[in-house]
Every structure is written in structure tokens, then in C-alpha cells.
């Protein structure tokens, strides 16, 4: 991409230097994170492979004056000032040149980028051009190699440290080793925390923090009464102990594991077997899973041995982690889609279970961090290996899908025929479009052989060949053969296009007899190698008197696929035959070969053969029947090592048809200080890799995994880029504290429970919310957790809890609620009508359901260890108009109206304060909403039982009221 010099229309470059760094600041959400997120993951792809040959220090160019390779450079602009005016799509310059809208004026210069390119990048410019690339210009692109042992003395790298607990002077306020390690900070600056939290204050704290729902007025009443220590304890017990527990707190894992029931990107696909996962996220967090089982699962469940059948399914339910991510399914090029796809799940991993930016590698050396590009493809490796995506989804060859696993069980013969049989239908509808595609033949008299055929008609000769059709058994209309003459001088190169990567076996057709050669010479060239066998004509072919295998092979889609016959060095008195060959991968090669039994015996086989007699129109038709039964089959979204797994080659600048050295796979060597590990050739890795991620010596999973349950416990994590331990994230305020909880964790087998438990029994955790004058002068960030920390209600805590107020809250557990939704979650969703849990509803790419995008819900296309916390006039109004908070405020109304109606007239206005705020009414507010009951009940008296709905509306209308408040909204 080339900037040209100025225009007249561009702004002036102190006047967009001005606006660009204004509106940057003015335009990044609140939580930076996404935008960064954002800008790592769509963005940057985009302008190394389209800017940077231009536009950057690496590549030694800056046309126009402009580098594009730093945000310091694009804010300082070139020649015609800076290109991206944040926020501001018509003033930018980049927006103007992408859009072709001046034909002096289009960058790139050769081409115009794809539509999606162009919709990513005004979408990166409209939400204010969030860029992590801050760090100082100078020297900017890595130069020298990353010393790894310098590195590891970093504290996020480090092994395990057991710290000491410190000694403090004021031995009596701490009541854990956690209260000691934040009171010796804050001695350090002469600062004393600030008062403990009001009983009924803390208890609604708790309550939401631990079950995301309040507390009823009774439980507040009852702890405000005793509000002991160890009544505390048992109350925490009681939260740890209930099923909301799971429900709270594996939406936070939910939120890491960019959870969604549709796939977003090109096709916003439904997920019909996602909640499948979803739900294992609850129960393993109810069950208080180890961590460490929990990891290992998600990344390798499908490998890992099972002692039983429900063991077995939560593996596989699991493994569906890896495949949740967005993908774009009808991406043409199927390598670029299995890299994409080994890209997003690097990324997500690496940010999940290590708070490393491992994604910003795949194009070069990382910036910032110590994680080489060979660092990137050696786990790029792992994944590349493993097979997401696969097949169609509507029998377009250009369409794909995710795995569907059959789960054990009493019916798993029979949900695994219906998904062999699927499968087998998505094959043969790609194999039928790819063969009319390529030139590939089908087989003479419906003979049942799979993969690709092409005829000696589709080939390439060299000297002259005879024609015949003498043979009866033979592929297409006839062969041709050498006449026995001018040996050496003659050849046949077939120039085949495959559908996919993989290991093939390569057949060639003829009619076997004692006339032909029996040394017949056969070049195969593939995947950058080539292979020499010969081949005996005098034998008969060995799969259906027709073809004969000479090998198996590995092949690449796109890559060459050459098979050269050739007659040099054979008998003069014997034919060479050339009839037709055949590719066909050797995973299909058991199920060909039923079929092929089938087709000697008709009244046998397993049902397969009505498929391979199919044309394509009554194949798409029995695919699409397939589909809609598994959609609630007993199947999970699950991954499996791929055929063609293995070692892959590093890309240079990301470009998939740029190969550089082949890397072996390995984990990051940031961490991972032992030799490669040994993975066998067709195993992807994954159960290496799983079992090196939960292993003690990865202090960083511990520290990653216990700073997010501080985070969640006390408003921000003890490192507050929670997805970031890198150079770009924040530095940890208590260093010390974080690694005695990672030990303690570990110590623990990776109990959540615990570790939960020992934070919210802590002092520190129930500090009041209210700062100290001292505390807010020496530490307005609380970065010392000297106060708790205010926080808004989540989007889910703020629908569940009026339900449950409300008295309509399900206490069933979801199931596939996205079924009702359609094959794409396109159509706009709400959920007005719906009692479950929100946790339990979906969540669609794309198409973000109102009432939770209000309130910042986490975005399901990126890991979200933390979420915005924003605070806009929209939220009120949402609040104050919705139909759903209107109407759940009149059942609470009614509800507490309806409450012992017979008591005193404040009774009832005292209960509603309760069972909203979890506290009384002062005497003006007890005033205020008499006085508002009763102008709105049109006069009627407190007492007058007769005429009850005036007064049911009325308190309705005051829940409402108490709904949108501050004091509803946040927790103290």
C-alpha cells in the first residue's frame, strides 16, 4: 500500500496529529483489551500482508513518507499527514484510498482489497483505531535474537517462588496469610485499609460474586443479626455448595473460552451442540474439577483414556474449546482456512492458559514478548494437526463444518452410523463438485471407488500412444499403450488438483496380462518431494480387477500432484498400458473396500452402498436429513487428530504460500526449558502439549488462572491486564502475593473452591467499598486493595436477579436452546420471554442480543478475562423502557404487596426496599414512597384492601424505580 503525496483534501499533519491522538484517547473503550483484541487479530494481518512491503521499517520502504508498522508512525503521518483520523471514517485518508473513490488515489495500487478487508479496517478507524503498538520507535521490529535466559528471569516466567508470608505491625487486623501480604504494602506507604463493610453490604457482595444472584431479605436479616465471622464462613460454604455457583462462575470461563452458539465470520452457522460444552463449563466448576483436568481436557480431551463412559463424553464435550472460535467457512483456499483455524486456536490458548499474545508471531518475531515466529509455528504445528473443520454444512464444495462426534452411550452404534453416513454424504457431494471442477472422471458402471480419477484422456503424452479398447474391463471409453515401440522415448504426466491435504494412495488402471511389462517406471511427485517405483503389469490389479496401488503419499491442495509413466527400461516385446489413475486417501481406504464387498454381494453392507449409487441433487437432499437428525443427536463438537498430521512449515510474513524452514512442533521455549518433545508423525501433539500445560513446573497457568479469581473477587486483578502477563500488560502490584496463591493453587490439585473460599474469607475482600481520605490521596487506583472496589452488576446478574426477585427465575438447567433459532443465528434475538438462567441462552457472533450489549457483555470472538465496565445514559433508558423490566417490576410489586398485606401500611414499601436493595428505607425515603404510591394509586388509601390494583401498579412502578438505580446496579 503506497500513499501518494498530498492532496488538497488532506488534513494538515499537525491538525491530524492533533485530532488522531485526541480521538485515540477519546474513541478506545473502556477496557482497551478488546480494541487491542481487535486490532491483533483482524487488523494487523491486513496491513502486513497488504502495507508493510511498503510501508515499513523491516521492509526498508516508507512511500509517502509513511510507515504503517508502528502507531507512533501512522499518528505522525507522511507526506499527506497522518492516514487515520480515530474515529472519523471520512477524514481518514486510509478509508478514503481503500475505498477506490478517487482514481488517483487507491491503495494498494494493484488491486482493491477484498470487501471484508475493507469492512474490518473502517471498522478498526470508526471504534478509534485501538493500536498496542506504543512501545518506543526505536528499534521497534526486533533485531537481535530473544535471550531466553534473560527472559525467564522475568516474574511471570519464573518457576514456582513459595514467598514468605511478611510480618506486619498491626498483627490483629489480618485473618490470613492473603490480609498480611495486603497490609505490609500498605504499611510500606504508612497507609492503614479502610473500615469493614456493612453486614448487609458484604452479604449482597458475596452473593453476587459467588452465585450472581442477591440474597433474599430473610438471609440478609439473618446475617445483619450475626454477623460473626464464622457465620460468614458457613454462609460461604452454603454459596460454594449451590449449583448457582457453577452457573456464575463458569460464565467467567465462558467468557475466556470465547464461548458462542453460532460461528459468527462469513457463515454465522449455528452451533446445535455447543451447549453441550457450556454445560460441562457449569458442572466442572460445581464439581469442583482440578484445573488441571480441566485444561488437559479442553485441549486434549479426545486423546486422553477414559475409565467410563460419562468420563469419556465430558473429554470429548471438552475438547470442543478448540472449535467454538469463529472461522471463516467458506474461505475457497482449505490450507488457509486450517492455518486461520491453527492461528485463532494459538491465539486463544495462549492468551487463556498462559496471558501471552502468542497470535502476534504468526507474521514475525513478536515485538514485545519472547516468542519467536518459529516459537508461533511450532504450536501452529500442534494445531494444524488436529481437525476443526471439515466437510459442508449445505453440500456446497466451497462450504465447511465443524466435527460432530457420536457420545458413548446406549445409543452411540446407532447416532455413530447416522454421523459415518453423514460424513461419507459430505465426502461425495465435495468429491462430485470437485471432479467436474478438476476433470475428474467417475467409475465405469457406478463402481463404488472414492477420491479422485482422472482418464489417460486428461493427460499429458509425450511420443506417440496407440488407442484401444480391446479390453473389456477398463476406465472410461478406452486406454492406450505404447505398441511396444521406441522404448525410452515415450511418457504420460497426469497433472492432478486434490481437494485437500493429506496422505494419498495413488492406483493406476489396467487390464493385468503376461503381454505387459512387468517393470514398468513411475514417477510421483508431491508436498516438494519425489518418489520412483515401478510398476507389473503382468499381475492382475488388485482393488476390482482395475486399479493397482504403486504407494501412498503425501499430497498438498493447490501444491503438485504429478504421477509421469513412463516406458523407458522395459521389455521391447511387452505393452506398456496407461488407462486412468486414481488418488484416494487412505483414511477412505476401509470404507471403499465395503463397499466394494457390497457390491459382490448386494444383499450385504451397512448401508453405505445407496450412497455411492446417489447422484449429487439425492445426496445434498440425504445430507440435509442427516443434519437436521443430529442437530439433537447424542453428538458433541469435538476435535480429532488430523490424517496429514505433522511438523509444518514456518510462513514467511504469515503468507501462506510463502514456506520457509520446516519447525518442528514444541511449546513456547519461554517456558518450555526441556528438550523437543517426541510426537509421533500422525498424532498432532495435542496430548503432549496438554499434559506440559497442566504440569507443576508451568507456574505461569497458576498465576494466570489465580489472578483472574481475584480479579472477579476484587474488581481487578492483582495484574490488571488479565489476559496479558507480556511487556504490553500491566506489572503485577503484589508480585509476591500472586506467586504464594499460584503455589497455594497448585498445592491445592487446582481447586477453584478453595481458592474462592480463602479470598472471600480474607479481610481484604470485605473491606468496605468507601476509601479513606489518606487512601484516595496516596492511591486512587486502589492498587494496594486498600478498599473494595465498586463494580456494576453484570448484564446476566441484572436479568437473573429480577427473574428471581420476581419469583419466575427456572431453576432448570439448559439444554440446546439454540435449536429454535434456526440454522443461522442471523435474526434478531431477545429475551423477553424466556425463565432460564441467561447463562443458558444463547449467544450469537454477529448478532448481539440488546439487553446484554447494553452492559458490556463479553464479545465472543476474543479470550475476555475481564470485561468493560462502562456506564452510559443508554443503560438508564434501556432499563427504564424495556417491556421485560417493566413487567417483572409489576410481579415484584404485586409480589411484596401481596405480603402479608394485612401488616402496617410502611410494611410492605419496607419489604420492597429489602427485597431490591437488600436493606430498609430511610425514614425521607419511606416518606418519598408513600408519597409516590399514593399520587400514583390515584388517591386510594394504604389501608384500603378493597381496591387493590391501583396499588399493585403503583408498587410495581416503585420496584421499577428501585431496579434502575445506582444502588441496584452496583455492589458496595
Known amino acids: 500500500m503506497i500513499f501518494p503525496t498530498p492532496q488538497p483534501r488532506a488534513t494538515s499533519t499537525v491538525g491530524a496529529i ?8 477519546l474513541m478506545l473503550p473502556a477496557d482497551a483489551t478488546e480494541g487491542f483484541g481487535f486490532f491483533k487479530e483482524k487488523v494487523e494481518p491486513i496491513l502486513v500482508k497488504r502495507c508493510y512491503d511498503c510501508h515499513s521499517e523491516e521492509a526498508g520502504k516508507q512511500k509517502g513518507g509513511l510507515w504503517l508498522d508502528r502507531k507512533a508512525a501512522w499518528q505522525q503521518g507522511g507526506d499527506a499527514g497522518s492516514p487515520i483520523v480515530p474515529g472519523d471514517l471520512e477524514s481518514s485518508l486510509l478509508v478514503h484510498t481503500i475505498r477506490y473513490l478517487d482514481e488517483d488515489l487507491q491503495m494498494p495500487p494493484k488491486a482493491k482489497l477484498p470487501k471484508e478487508e475493507i ?29 531466553y535466559e534473560t527472559e525467564r528471569q522475568k516474574w511471570a516466567f519464573r518457576p514456582h517462588q513459595n514467598p ?64 460473626t465471622p464464622e457465620a460468614f464462613a458457613k454462609i460461604v460454604d452454603d454459596l460454594l455448595a449451590r449449583p448457582a455457583f457453577g452457573e456464575k462462575w463458569g460464565r467467567h470461563w465462558l467468557d475466556v473460552a470465547r464461548y458462542s452458539d453460532s460461528n459468527g465470520g462469513d457463515r454465522n452457522f449455528t452451533f446445535h451442540q455447543a451447549w453441550r460444552y457450556r454445560n460441562y463449563v457449569i458442572d466442572s466448576f460445581n464439581r469442583d474439577r482440578s484445573f488441571y483436568q480441566f485444561v488437559r481436557q479442553q485441549i486434549a480431551g479426545d486423546l486422553i483414556e477414559a475409565k467410563s463412559d460419562t468420563e469419556r463424553a465430558d473429554n470429548l464435550i471438552a475438547s470442543g474449546f478448540l472449535a467454538l472460535g469463529p472461522k471463516m467457512l467458506t474461505e475457497r483456499d482449505k490450507e488457509k482456512l486450517r492455518l486461520d483455524t491453527a492461528d485463532e486456536q494459538v491465539d486463544t490458548v495462549g492468551r487463556a492458559f498462559l496471558g501471552l499474545t502468542m497470535g502476534c508471531a504468526r507474521c514475525h518475531d513478536h515485538k514485545f514478548d519472547p516468542i519467536s515466529q518459529e516459537d508461533y509455528y511450532a504450536m501452529a504445528g500442534i494445531f494444524r494437526s488436529t481437525q476443526i473443520v471439515m466437510g459442508t454444512q449445505n453440500g456446497c464444495v466451497n462450504v465447511a463444518s465443524w466435527v460432530e462426534t457420536p457420545l458413548p452411550g446406549p445409543n452411540f452404534d446407532k447416532t455413530k452410523a447416522k454421523v459415518d453416513r453423514m460424513e461419507l454424504a459430505m465426502k461425495l457431494v465435495i468429491d462430485a463438485q470437485f471432479k467436474q471442477k478438476a476433470g475428474g472422471k467417475m467409475t465405469p458402471n457406478m463402481l463404488p471407488l472414492g477420491g479422485v480419477i482422472y482418464d489417460d484422456a486428461d493427460a499429458e503424452r509425450v511420443g506417440e500412444w496407440k488407442p484401444s479398447s480391446f479390453s473389456e474391463n477398463r476406465f472410461g471409453d478406452g486406454y492406450i499403450h505404447d505398441d511396444k515401440s521406441k522404448k525410452g522415448e515415450k511418457k504420460i504426466v497426469f497433472r492432478a488438483s486434490l481437494p485437500t491435504n493429506g496422505v494419498y494412495e495413488v492406483r493406476l488402471s489396467y487390464n493385468g496380462d503376461e503381454r505387459y511389462a512387468n517393470n514398468i517406471p513411475i514417477t510421483v511427485e508431491g508436498w516438494g518431494k519425489t518418489h520412483h517405483v515401478t510398476l507389473d503389469q503382468s499381475k492382475t490389479a488388485s482393488v476390482a480387477g482395475l486399479f493397482e496401488p504403486i504407494g501412498q503419499f503425501k499430497f498438498e491442495k493447490g501444491g503438485r500432484a504429478n504421477v509421469i509413466i513412463e516406458t523407458k527400461g522395459t521389455d521391447p516385446g511387452k505393452y506398456v498400458i496407461v488407462d486412468a489413475i486414481q488418488f484416494i486417501k487412505v483414511s477412505d481406504i476401509g470404507q471403499e473396500a465395503e463397499a466394494l464387498a457390497a457390491v459382490e454381494d448386494e444383499a450385504g453392507g451397512n448401508g453405505m452402498m445407496e450412497l455411492l449409487r446417489m447422484s449429487e441433487g439425492d445426496l445434498k437432499k440425504e445430507l440435509s436429513k442427516l443434519l437436521g437428525e443430529l442437530r439433537k443427536g447424542e453428538v458433541a463438537m469435538a476435535a480429532r487428530d488430523a490424517d496429514d498430521a505433522g511438523d509444518i512449515h514456518l510462513r514467511v510474513r504469515g503468507e501462506v504460500s510463502q514456506r520457509g524452514k520446516l519447525v518442528a512442533r514444541n511449546f513456547p521455549r519461554i517456558i518450555h526449558t526441556d528438550d523437543v518433545p517426541k510426537i509421533s508423525e500422525n498424532q498432532s501433539g495435542r496430548l503432549e502439549l496438554a499434559t506440559w500445560m497442566a504440569a507443576p513446573e508451568n507456574a505461569l497457568l497458576d498465576r494466570v488462572m489465580v489472578n483472574r479469581i481475584w480479579h472477579h473477587l476484587f474488581g481487578r486483578g492483582i495484574v490488571a491486564s488479565v489476559d496479558n502477563f507480556g511487556s504490553l500488560g500491566a506489572q503485577p502490584t503484589h508480585p509476591d502475593l500472586l506467586d504464594f496463591l499460584a503455589s497455594d493453587f497448585r498445592n491445592s490439585g487446582g481447586s477453584v473452591k478453595q481458592m474462592v473460599r480463602k479470598l472471600v474469607l480474607s479481610r481484604a475482600y470485605q473491606l468496605s467499598a468507601d476509601s479513606t481520605e489518606a487512601l484516595a490521596a496516596a492511591d486512587p487506583k486502589n492498587q494496594l486493595f486498600g478498599h473494595q472496589n465498586r463494580r456494576r452488576l453484570t448484564a446476566e446478574e441484572i436479568r437473573d436477579s429480577v427473574l428471581a426477585l420476581s419469583g419466575s427465575l427456572s431453576k432448570e438447567k ?12 442471523d435474526k434478531p434475538m431477545n429475551y423477553a420471554k424466556e425463565q432460564l438462567r441467561t447463562v443458558y441462552l444463547p449467544i450469537a457472533r454477529n448478532n448481539a442480543v440488546p439487553e446484554l450489549a447494553v452492559f458490556d457483555v463479553a464479545n465472543p470472538d476474543l479470550v475476555s478475562g475481564s470485561r468493560a465496565e462502562t456506564t452510559v445514559p443508554t443503560q438508564a433508558l434501556y432499563l427504564m423502557n424495556s417491556e421485560f423490566y417493566k413487567t417483572k417490576a409489576a410481579s415484584i410489586g404485586k409480589a411484596v404487596w401481596e405480603h402479608n398485606a394485612n401488616d402496617a401500611p410502611d410494611a410492605e414499601l419496607i419489604r420492597l426496599y429489602r427485597t431490591i436493595l437488600n436493606r430498609p428505607p430511610t425514614a425521607e425515603e419511606l416518606a418519598r414512597a408513600s408519597e409516590f404510591v399514593g399520587s400514583l394509586s390515584s388517591g386510594a388509601e394504604l389501608t384500603d384492601l378493597g381496591n387493590r390494583q391501583p396499588m399493585e401498579e403503583a408498587y410495581g412502578h416503585l420496584a421499577h424505580l428501585l431496579i434502575v438505580s445506582a444502588e441496584f446496579l452496583f455492589l458496595e
Open 814 to 825: 439448559g439444554g440446546a436452546t439454540s435449536l429454535k433459532y434456526g440454522v443461522d443465528l
Open 119 to 147: 469492512a474490518i479496517l473502517e471498522q478498526w478507524v470508526k471504534m478509534g483505531a485501538p493500536d498496542p503498538r506504543d512501545a518506543a520507535l526505536a528499534g521497534a521490529v526486533r533485531k537481535a535474537e530473544i535471550d
Open 18 to 25: 492533533g485530532a488522531a491522538l485526541y480521538l485515540t484517547a
Open 164 to 227: 514468605v508470608v511478611p510480618n506486619v505491625k498491626n498483627a490483629e487486623w489480618p485473618r490470613s496469610e492473603v490480609d498480611r501480604f495486603i497490609l505490609a504494602n500498605l504499611e510500606l506507604q504508612n497507609l492503614e485499609p479502610t473500615a469493614d463493610a456493612n453486614p448487609r453490604a458484604l452479604l449482597r457482595r458475596v452473593y453476587f460474586d459467588l452465585i450472581g444472584l442477591p440474597p433474599t431479605p430473610e438471609e440478609t436479616a439473618a446475617f445483619a443479626g450475626n454477623p
